[in-house]
C-alpha cells in the first residue's frame, strides 16, 4: 500500500514563529501537492511539486514556500505563522495524476 | 478558469434510503474526475475514478458515478446507505493539461439518521 507520512498529527505555534510541514511518500512518485483544508472551502492547493527541487505555486501560495530535496519528501515552511494559518493540512502524492493518496493531515493552531 | 461545485454543502438521509450527491465542474476538456471520502480526523480515501470509457463507473464501499458530458457532470450514488457512510464527499477534477494537479470542490458533509 501506498503511504504518504505527515511528520505531526497536531501542532500548536506562535504567531510570528517559522514553521516546518513534512511529508514523505514512499511509492516513488513524481507529484506531491500541499493542501489546506478550511471548513466551506474545500481543499484549496497551496504548492505542488512535479519533480526533484522543482516548484509550482497553487491557489494560495501567499505566505508559504516549499522545499523538494528528495523525491520522496516535500515540506510546507510557513515563514512567519498568523492566525488566519490555522488550519488543516494535507500532503498529497500522485504518479502523473493517475490517482492522488493523501496523507492523515496535520491540524495546525496558530496562537 | 477550472472549477468544480459541489451545490449541497449538507445532506441528511435515512439509513437505507439511497443517495445522490451533485458534482460540476468547468473545464475546457474532458477531465479526468474523482470522488474522494474523508471520515473524522483522517485523510481523503478514493471512492472512484473516471478517465475514459464507460461513463458509469464503480467504486468501493458500493458507490457509483455517472459522467454526463452534456451537464459536465459527474454525481456520486449509492442505492442504500449505512451509518458507516457519514463523512465529508469530496469530487475533484484532474487537470492534465499544463501543470497537473487536482481541483476539489467544497466538500459535502452527509450525516445518517438511524
Known amino acids: 500500500d501506498v503511504k504518504v507520512t505527515q511528520s505531526s498529527r497536531y501542532l500548536v505555534k506562535r504567531t510570528g514563529e517559522k514553521v516546518f510541514l513534512e511529508c514523505v511518500q514512499d511509492?516513488?512518485?513524481?507529484?506531491m501537492f500541499w493542501y489546506r483544508q478550511d471548513p466551506g472551502l474545500g481543499l484549496r492547493l497551496i504548492y505542488f511539486?512535479?519533480?526533484?527541487?522543482?516548484?509550482e505555486k497553487g491557489d494560495i501560495p501567499e505566505g508559504y514556500s516549499v522545499s523538494r530535496e528528495k523525491k520522496e519528501r516535500f515540506s510546507l515552511i510557513l515563514e512567519s505563522a498568523s492566525t488566519n494559518q490555522t488550519s488543516m493540512y494535507l500532503c498529497?502524492?500522485?504518479?502523473?495524476?493517475?490517482?492522488?493518496?493523501f496523507g492523515q493531515g496535520t491540524r495546525l493552531t496558530v496562537v | 478558469a477550472q472549477s468544480v461545485t459541489q451545490p449541497d454543502i449538507h445532506i441528511t438521509v435515512s439509513e437505507g434510503a439511497s443517495l445522490e450527491l451533485r458534482c460540476n465542474y468547468s473545464?475546457?476538456?474532458?477531465?479526468?474526475l474523482f470522488w474522494y471520502v474523508q471520515s473524522p480526523g483522517q485523510g481523503l480515501q478514493l471512492l472512484l475514478k473516471?478517465?475514459?470509457?464507460?461513463?458509469l463507473v464503480q467504486g468501493i464501499k458500493g458507490f457509483e458515478a455517472e459522467f454526463k458530458r452534456s451537464q459536465s457532470s459527474f454525481n456520486l450514488r449509492k442505492p442504500s446507505v449505512h451509518w458507516s457512510d457519514a463523512a465529508e464527499y469530496f469530487c475533484?477534477?484532474?487537470?492534465?493539461?499544463?501543470?497537473?494537479?487536482?481541483?476539489f470542490g467544497q466538500g459535502t458533509r452527509l450525516t445518517i439518521n438511524p
Open positions: 498529497a502524492s500522485s504518479p502523473r495524476l493517475i490517482e492522488a493518496f
Open positions: 475533484a477534477v484532474g487537470l492534465i493539461q499544463g501543470a497537473q494537479k487536482l481541483v
Open positions: 511509492m516513488d512518485h513524481e507529484n
Open positions: 473545464y475546457g476538456a474532458t477531465p479526468y
Open positions: 473516471y478517465f475514459s470509457g464507460d461513463t
Open positions: 511539486s512535479y519533480d526533484v527541487k522543482m516548484k
